[in-house]
């Protein structure tokens, strides 16, 4: 009876603030089946495993009963998160040709200066406030203001593709129970609309490129093969959506998480060489994808002496996976200086995360600032009101009244 | 005796990355005595994958290979020192410059050295090179700056594989010898041999396979070589990537089981003496040990590969300031890797230890693929080409001895996963030696000698 209604508690939003005491109670029965027939795991080697395993797949046309998540619908192809190799492969690597080795390998990094850059604008933005929301007033502008230099999408249009950007969001949530179809619908069209809006911007670059990944998705490169229009408008989609999504949850849950253990927060003041560690362990402690729940094997799967049957939802529970104590000792503290620290916060296997090196370093320059800045702030609620999403789960304010 | 074992005297031989990853190890676990590192190059330990890869491109230096320090392990280094003997008796090392060093217990880490070209007159011809240590790559990598007009590659293993890549890679014009059927054959079978031979000739490698070379020419300098089906050709450098030989000789007196194949030990490191009666103050690490292991019928490996000689050490630190119910054994399913021709090779398990190999992911013809091996019905080993990820999931399979062939139902298997024979040669057939060797159950000397009296 518990295992049926873990997912459905695990999702409610009652439990946002705290879901890892679900957790651990998903944790003692290993892989958990729900009563809709999906299954969850939520012990850190079966996860790992299962993202390892290559007869898991990640695109959900491979699901058994028809997929409800309205994907497809506005007549796109899945982006390459939502496809296997090999498919998954080019697409990944034709997008990666721009961002990352072994053809621009130092591309992140030498974002270093801008970044911190546009940090201290909105650090100075802060001064005199009395009450600073974390996320409105930082968390959120920074990645979007990365995201949108790095791909080449002008930041005016943000309010347009933030509307887009939460209806697919709302989207992709699993709320069993309830009947998904207007946000569903809501979704495709917020995706269609915003796939043309990028496809336009690609268009106008082809003729005028700019140094910009679209215009290096336009122009297209070197041999190996190059987008078409369709793969463009996927492909950019997924990076501006990922491209902030989730970083914003991640120096949220940070400043959060560094409020809550004021001996670390200091510590970290003074010692900002820490900070790359600490960002780690915010990975494992906080993670802003908390859930991947899109997987499907492709044949019956056997672990921990279950059988997960073929084409079913198989969803991976990452943010437990951190909390296991069989991988990790004692799981539920915070520790910024931890060693052998392999978490699950950006996946792993062949889709762990494509923008990772992005949000280390985002994250990285943006708490070490934020937190010489601040003095010692003080926490207007604890806990803040979260985001609506159990998957990149996240506060939705985070109001701090500097000290 | 609890304090003795993390006091005392250890003495390692070989300062290179098992030398030094044991000695970071032992501090790390504890032990509190004197640390001996002796090693005959006078460099401070380095990598060596970087040799015939980065270096021989160019882009970094020959001595900027060093390998990065864990810690400060507070030994004294005894560098460009040769060890000439082991007194087990007397438990005393003994070096070229006539010292002694005395020892509670030991690490034998002595590594392999190239295999030179049998002939040494031929041998010592201006342009004949092999590629082991730093300074070999340092000399080999200015030689191909000087833009010589053909390369001749003599081997195609791993080593002489990577060398043909360096030498392609910068536009020069290369011929591999190989006395196999293709290249990497001999470690990773005939599928995978048949595409390495199909991706060299695409990348204008002039391989020959199937001859070998007779004799290297020139007077003082090399010009030319000669093959075994009567051809010729031209060349002003010539690689001689014939594999390796074991570093035993100075263990010759020492009544431990050491030989061609190695110093063979235990699971738990600890060397065995020529009657096979395991030792308890001698240990081995690296490419010297030669070991059993259990998921291959416990027959002795000896392997040839970074990640074992990394493993290897830290287990055999451990055991050397353990007592005995808290000893490791090395249990690591091997795993080795290369780079060449634009490709990722990744291997996981033991490949020759095989008789049938299946693609099971991708295919050949887009050279990004898994293969796995298996022998009598389970899975062994598994190699990726351009697709590491899921690796990790044949290594379980091999641990597990999962059933061969593995069930179908990847996500990219492309090609139909019908098993063909692994095609692994006998050794014999090949110029250099594969990357893991089986050695058998026994040790190499299977005589009774009476010892000498001191
Ligand atoms: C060119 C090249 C490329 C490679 N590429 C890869 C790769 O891509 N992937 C991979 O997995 N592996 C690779 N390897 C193999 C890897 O480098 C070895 O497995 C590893 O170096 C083994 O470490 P070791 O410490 O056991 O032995 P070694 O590195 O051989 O060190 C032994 C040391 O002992 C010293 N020594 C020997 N005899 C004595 C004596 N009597 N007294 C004192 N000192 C002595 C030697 O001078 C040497 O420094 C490569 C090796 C080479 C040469």
């Not at chain 1, 005199?128 to 600073?132: A, D, M, P, Q, S």
């Not at chain 2, 006395?179 to 290249?183: D, K, S, T, V």
């Not at chain 2, 693609?359 to 295919?363: N, R």
């Not at chain 2, 893991?436 to 000397?445: E, F, I, K, Q, S």
């Given at each position: 009876m518990a295992a049926d209604t873990l997912f459905q508690r695990i999702t409610d939003?009652?439990?946002?603030?705290?879901p890892y005491p679900l957790y651990a109670e998903l944790r003692e029965s290993r892989v958990a089946r729900q009563e809709d027939g999906s299954y969850l795991v939520g012990t850190y080697h079966e996860i790992a495993a299962l993202l390892h395993?290559?007869?898991?797949?990640?695109?959900?046309?491979?699901?058994?009963?028809?997929?409800?998540?309205?994907?497809g619908e506005e007549g796109l192809p899945p982006a390459f998160i939502g496809l296997d190799d090999p498919e998954h492969h080019r697409l990944r690597s034709l997008a990666m040709w721009?961002?990352?080795?072994?053809?621009?390998?130092?591309r992140i990094d030498a974002m270093h200066g801008e970044i911190t850059r546009i940090v201290k604008d909105l650090i100075g933005g802060l001064a005199?406030?009395?009450?600073?929301d974390i996320v409105d007033d930082f968390a959120y502008p920074l990645p979007v203001t990365v995201i949108c230099r790095l791909l080449g999408v002008?930041?005016?249009?943000e309010p347009q593709f933030r509307q887009w950007s939460d209806a697919i969001v709302a989207g992709i949530?699993?709320?069993?129970?309830?009947?998904?179809a207007e946000r569903q619908r809501a979704a495709a069209e917020a995706r269609k609309t915003m796939a043309l809006y990028l496809g336009e911007l690609a268009g106008k670059r082809r003729d005028h490129p700019s140094g910009d990944m679209l215009s290096a998705f336009a122009t297209g490169h070197g041999t190996d093969g190059q987008f078409t229009q369709l793969e463009i408008m996927t492909t950019s989609v997924l990076l501006l959506i990922a491209g902030h999504e989730t970083t914003v949850n991640l120096i949220t849950n940070g400043i959060l998480t560094l409020l809550r253990h004021p001996d670390q927060l200091a510590r970290l003041r003074s010692d900002p060489t820490l900070m790359p560690l600490a960002v780690e362990e915010l990975l494992r402690y906080?993670?802003?994808?908390?859930?991947?729940p899109q997987r499907t094997p492709l044949a019956d799967i056997e672990i921990s002496g279950l059988t997960i049957p073929k084409g079913v939802p198989l969803i991976l529970m990452l943010a437990s996976g951190n909390r296991d104590p069989e991988r990790f000792r004692d799981p539920d503290r915070f520790d910024p200086?931890?060693?052998?620290?392999?978490?699950l916060g950006f996946g792993s296997?062949?889709?762990?995360?494509?923008?990772a090196p992005l949000a280390r370093l985002e994250a990285q320059i943006a708490l070490n600032e934020l937190i010489q800045h601040l003095g010692s702030p003080r926490l207007v609620e604890d806990p803040p009101p979260y985001r609506r999403s159990p998957v990149l789960r996240g506060p939705r304010h985070l109001l701090v009244e500097p000290g | 005796m609890r304090g003795e074992v993390r006091d005392g005297r250890i003495v390692i031989v070989g300062a290179s990355l098992a030398g030094l990853r044991a000695a970071e190890t032992l501090r790390e676990k504890g032990f509190t005595g004197s640390l001996t590192l002796v090693g005959?190059?006078?460099?401070p330990p380095y990598d060596r994958?970087?040799?015939?890869k980065q270096v021989l491109l160019g882009?970094?230096?020959?001595?900027?290979t060093g390998l990065p320090r864990r810690?400060?392990?507070?030994a004294q280094w005894r560098l460009?020192?040769?060890?000439?003997?082991?007194d087990p008796i007397g438990k005393r090392v003994l070096l070229a410059d006539g010292e002694e060093v005395p020892f509670d217990r030991l690490l034998i880490a002595t590594g392999t050295r190239a295999r030179p070209w049998p002939n040494p007159a031929e041998a010592a011809l201006d342009g004949v090179f092999t590629l082991r240590t730093s300074d070999e790559a340092r000399r080999l990598a200015e030689r191909l700056d000087a833009g010589p007009r053909r390369v001749l590659v003599i081997g195609a293993g791993f080593t002489g594989s990577e060398i043909a890549s360096a030498c392609r890679e910068r536009g020069l014009a290369v011929t591999v010898a190989e006395?196999?059927?293709?290249?990497l054959v001999g470690a990773l079978g005939g599928t995978l041999g048949a595409l390495a031979a199909k991706l060299q000739r695409a990348h204008g490698v002039d391989l020959r396979c199937g001859?070998?070379?007779t004799a290297l020419e020139g007077d003082g300098r090399l010009t030319g070589a000669q093959f075994s089906d009567g051809t010729h050709i031209d060349a002003d450098v010539a690689v001689v990537a014939l594999g390796a030989i074991r570093n035993?000789?100075?263990?010759?007196?020492?009544?431990?089981?050491?030989?061609p194949r190695g110093v063979t030990c235990d699971a738990g490191c600890r060397a065995f003496d020529m009657y096979g009666i395991v030792t308890d103050d001698v240990f081995a690490a690296g490419d010297i040990a030669r070991f059993p292991h259990p998921l291959f019928e416990y027959q002795l490996l000896s392997l040839e590969h970074w990640g074992n000689a990394v493993a290897q050490a830290e287990v055999a630190a451990h055991n050397m300031v353990n007592p005995g119910p808290r000893r490791l054994p090395h249990l690591t399913v091997p795993a080795f890797w290369s780079s060449q021709f634009g490709l990722n090779i990744k291997s996981v398990g033991?490949?020759?230890?095989?008789d049938q190999v299946v693609?099971?992911?991708?295919?050949l013809k887009d050279a990004r693929l898994v293969a796995v091996y298996g022998y009598r019905g389970r899975v062994t080993a598994a190699v990726s080409v351009n697709q590491a990820r899921s690796l990790a999931y044949y290594q379980r399979l091999i641990e597990t001895a999962a059933p061969f062939p593995p069930a179908p139902g990847a996500?990219?298997?492309?090609?139909?996963?019908v098993p063909v024979p692994s095609?692994?040669?006998?050794?014999?057939?090949?110029s250099h030696g594969p990357t893991?060797?089986?050695?058998?159950?026994?040790?190499?000397?299977r005589l009774t000698v009476v010892q000498p009296a001191r």
């Open positions: 939003y009652a439990h946002r603030a705290d395993d290559p007869r898991v797949s990640s695109d959900r046309r491979n699901r058994t009963a028809p997929d409800e998540t309205g994907i721009s961002f990352g080795p072994p053809h621009t390998p130092g005199g406030k009395e009450r600073i002008p930041i005016e249009d949530d699993p709320s069993p129970g309830e009947d998904p906080e993670p802003p994808v908390q859930m991947l200086a931890r060693e052998d620290n392999q978490h296997g062949i889709h762990s995360c494509f923008g | 005959e190059e006078p460099q994958p970087p040799l015939s882009r970094v230096p020959a001595d900027r810690r400060d392990v507070e460009g020192v040769r060890a000439t003997g082991l006395r196999g059927p293709a290249p001859v070998t070379v035993t000789e100075w263990l010759a007196e020492s009544g431990l089981a050491a030989g033991v490949p020759t230890f095989s693609i099971a992911q991708g295919s996500a990219d298997q492309i090609e139909s996963p095609d692994v040669p006998d050794p014999k057939l090949l893991v060797a089986l050695t058998g159950h026994m040790p190499d000397r």
